[in-house]
């Protein structure tokens, strides 16, 4: 049985999905009534920011009325009373791991709670609705827009997310349908460096086939199961069966 050290957990949309977020894909999901090149490129920006700003503006406005659920809850406590590395490496926009306590957090998509300076790159909280033109607090230009990562745009810390994966000896994918690179390679990554890898989806990912371990079902249901084991198993076994 291996003894595991250090973990990295990659969330996506599936995470949030019982917290009543809308996922990205299949019935329902957000890109259903809107085309990705509509609201999620640099080139929609551009041709049409009232849509853009809109669209962000609304589900940040939602997330006033959603609550963590009991995967975001359990992540946390993974963190608080594991004794080992972890890094949960998010693709969300919304605040719930953190609303649930998480710390040791990367947001590679951006946040909706945030603002960036497309003149000077700063990055600001931001809770209100954000009109297109808004004012930089920092250097005045009217160039506020969504902190949101768009198709074509590199997402945010890929150094200390590689890095991360380089160290880690577990690998965990929850709620994404690998669609989306790079965070969809991740577990080609933690493999080649000889890492097990976990998939915890409601249905197989499309990089299904590359994790050692898949576990279908809910993640409010998966993921509290499974951080019980590892906080159980870590002081005498593997958190999975390798
Ligand atoms: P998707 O909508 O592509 O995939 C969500 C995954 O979650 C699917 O595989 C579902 O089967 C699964 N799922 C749904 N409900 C679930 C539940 N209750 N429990 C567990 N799994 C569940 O969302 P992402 O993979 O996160 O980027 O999408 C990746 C990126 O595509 C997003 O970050 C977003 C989008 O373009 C940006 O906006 C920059």
Same mark, same amino acid.
């Given at each position: 049985m291996a003894d595991f050290h250090s973990i990295v957990i990659l969330t996506g949309a599936g995470v949030s999905a019982e917290s009543g977020v809308a996922t990205f894909?299949?019935?329902?999901?957000?890109?259903e009534g809107h085309r990705v090149e509509d609201v999620c490129t640099p080139q929609a920006l551009a041709r049409d920011a009232e849509l853009v700003h809109r669209f962000y503006d609304e589900r940040r406005a939602k997330l006033a009325q959603v609550e963590p659920n009991a995967a975001h809850l359990a992540l946390a406590r993974l963190e608080a009373q594991w004794p080992g590395e972890l890094l949960l490496v998010t693709q969300?926009?919304?605040?719930l791991h953190e609303r649930a =306590? $998480?710390?040791?957090?990367?947001h590679m998509h951006g946040e909706l709670k945030s603002a960036l300076c497309a003149a000077c790159g700063v990055r600001e909280r931001w809770d209100a609705p954000l009109p297109p033109e808004s004012e930089c607090?920092?250097?005045?230009?009217p160039a506020l827009r969504p902190d949101i990562v768009f198709f074509g745009e590199m997402p945010y810390q890929m150094e200390r997310i590689e890095a991360a994966l380089a160290q880690a000896d577990l690998f965990v994918s929850i709620?994404?349908?690998?669609?989306?690179y790079p965070a969809a390679g991740f577990v080609q990554t933690a493999r080649h460096r000889g890492a097990a890898t976990l998939e915890l989806n409601l249905d197989p990912s499309e =990089? $299904?086939?590359?994790?050692?371990e898949s576990r279908m079902g809910p993640a409010g249901t998966l993921v509290p199961e499974w951080v019980e084991e590892v906080l159980s198993q870590s002081t005498q076994s593997s958190p999975i069966s390798r």
């Open positions: 894909r299949g019935p329902g999901g957000l890109w969300n926009v919304d605040d =306590g $998480s710390q040791r957090l990367l607090p920092n250097c005045g230009t709620g994404t349908s690998g669609a989306v =990089g $299904s086939i590359w994790f050692e």
